[in-house]
């Protein structure tokens, strides 16, 4: 039986993942988070895996506070560059397969045209340069691992930018959402689905565990308050969504203004269909809505 062990799996992906897990036949989770295994921990990722033996890890753990990581910076590095290390270390000293869930803001989104990986990277914020760094580390220390970027993930677990406009769509009459920063939202149970194709392809047949860095998000592009509409729409809520532009919201830390992730090579590669991300959205305010 193929053992998988799940790091971060309390978060948005990490659950999606544990709701599809009885899906996979033949094999076993190890679903973890900062409670059971904390991966800033070399040792402790060590002792965990010497009586549990795994063949794949999906490290599913970040440090997603984009603002706070600015003044937060060691606790930031710890758990985007230096776990994700360790969890690379780990892996190739036990023989098993690594999949990574990194960022658009390894891209500083001044581009016009979709990012493909070949493309250079350019991080603007500490957020960005850690998870970079994250992706660096584990390259250089596990040469059997994928990393997949990704963007704008929501989902019905935990907190993100569809369940905050379902909130205050329903709190407010008038709502100004930002509209000059363009990129694809990412269903998180469609990102889950495609980590455990993969690894269902790789237990079939090794060959089709093709090491390296892939782009996923849902098909399709829009602004956030493009998405903010949509949501209301389809959520039925009648609040008035005014654009407006960047400068009128200021944060911390600089978003990039295009951070669409060109997905051709994850296509080729692994053959896995990519739903539009308003067809994603609407499955996932049917979820939410019946709660």
């Given amino acids: 039986m193929n053992r998988i062990l799940v790091t971060g799996s309390n978060g948005q992906l990490g659950s999606e993942l544990q709701k599809l897990a009885p899906t996979m036949d033949g094999v076993d989770f190890l679903f973890t988070d900062v409670d059971t295994l904390d991966i800033c921990n070399k040792e402790a990722i060590e002792e965990f895996l010497a009586n549990r033996p795994v063949n794949f890890i999906i490290n599913c753990a970040a440090y997603t506070a984009v603002d706070k990581a600015e003044d937060d910076v060691e606790r930031c590095y710890a758990i985007n560059r230096d776990a994700v290390r360790n969890l690379g270390e780990v892996a190739a000293s036990n023989g098993c397969k690594v999949i990574h869930v990194s960022t658009d803001y390894v891209f500083n989104g001044k581009s016009y045209r979709p990012y493909t990986e070949e493309m250079p990277i350019a991080p603007d914020t500490v957020y960005g340069k850690s998870k970079a760094e994250g992706e660096e580390e584990?390259?250089?220390?596990?040469?059997?691992?994928?990393?997949?970027?990704t963007s704008w993930l929501?989902?019905?677990?935990?907190?993100?930018?569809?369940?905050?406009?379902?909130?205050?769509?329903?709190?407010?009459e008038i709502l100004s959402v930002i509209?000059?920063?363009?990129?694809?939202?990412?269903?998180a149970a469609d990102l889950?689905?495609?980590?455990?194709?993969?690894?269902?392809?790789?237990?079939?047949?090794?060959?089709?565990?093709?090491?390296?860095?892939?782009?996923?998000?849902?098909?399709?592009?829009?602004s956030w308050y493009d998405f903010a509409v949509v949501i209301h729409r389809l959520a039925g809520i009648t609040c008035d969504v005014q654009p407006i532009e960047s400068s009128a919201y200021p944060a911390k830390a600089p978003r990039p203004f295009y951070s669409v992730l060109n997905k051709a090579k994850f296509k080729a590669t692994f053959h896995i269909p990519i739903a539009h991300w308003q067809d994603s959205l609407s499955k996932c305010i049917a979820i939410l809505t019946s709660e």
């Fill in 179 to 187: 509209y000059d920063q363009i990129g694809t939202p990412t269903y």
């Fill in 192 to 222: 889950a689905a495609a980590i455990l194709e993969i690894v269902r392809q790789a237990i079939e047949d090794e060959s089709t565990f093709k090491t390296g860095t892939y782009h996923f998000s849902n098909e399709g592009v829009c």
């Fill in 138 to 149: 584990l390259l250089r220390v596990c040469m059997d691992a994928i990393i997949l970027r």
């Fill in 154 to 172: 929501y989902s019905a677990f935990g907190n993100n930018f569809v369940k905050t406009m379902l909130k205050l769509g329903k709190e407010r």
